[in-house]
């Protein structure tokens, strides 16, 4: 079975620095992408970053770039995310995805999705 | 970048009615769009990919259509279990970008 399995929820204070978690299991991790979804309360998801754990290549969306790093740990099937100064609007639901690529039509999408990983940040 | 809108943002309407959402990107991205559900405390789920096909499992009460810059995604029959929120994504090369959402709720 094709599985995400994020870390449980996280609450710290501004300033400080946090590393979520990612374990993939029942496919190829180094052959796809994973990607970061970012849902604040009561709103939508937008698109963080995604890496390919092969070569550790990562893109992000212009809105998050030098705001958060995503990395992988091949050894460990294991993608992250890290703020290294966390900021009260930061607290959020953060979703890790598998982007699913088709070969041949070239069609992708995430699927499937982690749990959520909830963080609060709060003096 | 490419930009997405939905509308409505929400709606509320009786079991059985037929539901139709529409979403737009800000430019032609011919039909590298899909479409999400998620339910209240849960991870979103793909529901339609390439615009029209629809996922393995998923109810054939949904469907999706649409292609360029103008797409719908359609509940034929509304049923109780479909309370969610819809995204559609639309997707260029490695750069991806969700729609703002519409709220389905049961009149």
């Known amino acids: 079975e094709v599985q995400l399995v994020q870390s449980g929820a996280e609450v710290k204070k501004p300033g400080e620095s946090l590393k979520i978690s990612c374990k993939a299991s029942g496919y190829s991790f180094t052959n796809n992408w994973i990607g970061w979804v970012r849902q604040m309360p009561g709103k939508g998801l937008e698109w963080m970053g995604i890496?390919?754990?092969?070569?550790?290549?990562?893109r992000y969306n212009p809105s998050f770039q030098g705001q958060v790093t995503i990395s992988v740990d091949k050894s460990i099937t294991t993608a992250y995310l890290q703020w290294s100064s966390l900021k009260a609007s930061d607290t959020a639901m953060y979703y890790c995805?598998?982007?699913?690529?088709?070969?041949?039509?070239?069609?992708?999408?995430?699927?499937?999705w982690g749990q959520g990983t909830l963080v609060t940040v709060s003096s | 970048d490419i930009q997405m809108t939905q509308s409505p943002s929400s709606l509320s309407a009786s079991v059985g009615d037929r539901v139709t959402i529409t979403c737009q990107a800000s430019q032609d991205i011919t039909n590298y769009l899909n479409w999400y559900q998620q339910k209240p405390g849960k991870a979103p789920k793909l529901l339609i990919y390439?615009?029209?096909n629809l996922e393995t499992g998923v109810p054939s009460r949904f469907s999706g259509g649409g292609s360029g810059t103008d797409f719908t995604f359609t509940i034929s029959s509304l049923q109780p279990e479909d309370i969610a929120t819809y995204y559609c994504q639309q997707y260029d090369n490695l750069l991806f970008t969700f729609g703002p959402g519409t709220k389905v709720d049961i009149k």
């Open positions: 890496i390919y754990p092969g070569d550790s290549d990562a």
């Open positions: 390439d615009a029209s």
């Open positions: 995805a598998r982007r699913f690529y088709q070969l041949g039509s070239g069609s992708n999408w995430f699927d499937p």
